[in-house]
């Protein structure tokens, strides 16, 4: 049977610049069943989750629901749970975790200075920490936003776990079902599809090392897609690998034709030119939708090193 992730394989569909956008990641853990909308679909209080929603509105922050991998039956909630931020923009990423027995203790959260980098507001409403553990993995099975999550997803996250890989949580929804099994890594927040264990698991050591694996990398989330195909394209031709040696610092231009600027840590600048296609011919975007659709991918056309000059002083 055809799916939305069979039909983007077989099309050869680039999975380059279509990560999701957040500059900080506010992971909760929810277990038991998650709908479709699983922030007030889910055995958490659907009013909680409607102002979660509301106070990460446009503020750059991302709030998702996590699980541990394994069956999702109906069960009691916890005494506690575990929560991650983590702010992915280079120069300043962080992964703090807490705990916590009484989720609405998140409303009380500065969202603003969170997206902004600031993890004092986590810590101090939280008793946050810096996570010392591995790199985390959290994999897309939300089932009942796209069956290709939960079929692809969930086994994938299954055979991390029990092979001894740590930090694998299951995640509510990443975007682009149709490159499942689709993986964020924390803290840097690159965003990986069509993920294997075995190349997930090279991932995660260069996470560990502080290095990014480009190969079926979607993009860092701390960019607009734009940014994610430039910053990509400067990674590849270079042999730069290092998680935060490139920033995107200017895109100017709109839809479909971008002048990005991504800078080196060493001064190095680069003029990305990045042009938007659409992916042809049309296909489901995702499974169950009505409608073929043709969705837009993001092609880089030139990449020039920029000199820089330094003014001497007289």
């Keep these: 049977m055809s799916t939305c992730t069979s039909v983007s394989r077989d099309f050869d569909e680039p999975v380059s610049a279509t990560a999701a956008t957040a500059k900080t990641w506010l992971l909760l853990e929810q277990p038991g069943p998650w709908g479709a909308k699983a922030l007030t679909s889910s055995h958490l209080d659907p009013a909680l989750g409607r102002a979660l929603e509301a106070a990460a509105k446009d503020t750059g922050v991302r709030v998702v629901l996590i699980r541990r991998p ?126 294997e264990a075995h190349t997930l698991k090279e991932v995660l050591h260069g996470a560990r090392e502080g290095r990014i694996v480009v190969e079926g990398c979607r993009g860092g989330s701390a960019w607009e897609r734009p940014g994610q195909a430039a910053e ?38 680069w003029q990305v030119e990045v042009a938007q296609g659409a992916a042809l011919p049309p296909r489901p975007e995702s499974c169950g939708a009505s409608v073929l659709g043709s969705p837009a991918r993001m092609d880089v056309v030139a990449v020039r090193e920029m000199r820089v000059t330094t003014a001497l002083a007289s």
């Design 70 to 195: 394994g069956r999702h039956a109906d069960r009691r909630m916890p005494a506690s749970r575990r929560v991650y931020a983590a702010h992915t923009v280079p120069g300043n990423v962080w992964l703090h975790g807490a705990t916590t027995s009484a989720p609405e203790q998140l409303l009380d959260l500065d969202f603003a200075a969170l997206a902004r980098g600031d993890h004092h507001t986590f810590d101090a409403v939280l008793g946050g920490r810096p996570h010392d553990g591995d790199p985390l993995a959290l994999v897309c099975t939300n089932g009942k936003r796209d069956r290709c999550c939960a079929l692809l997803g969930r086994p994938l996250a299954a055979e991390l776990a029990t092979s001894g890989v740590e930090g694998v949580w299951e995640v509510t929804h990443l975007g682009g079902h149709r490159f499942s099994p689709t993986v964020l890594v924390l803290p840097y927040g690159y965003a990986y599809g069509r993920a």
């Design 232 to 269: 990509l394209a400067v990674r590849t031709g270079t042999g730069e690998y290092a998680a935060e040696a490139l920033s995107v610092v200017r895109t100017s231009g709109a839809a479909p034709r971008w002048e990005v600027t991504v800078a080196h840590a060493d001064g190095r600048r």
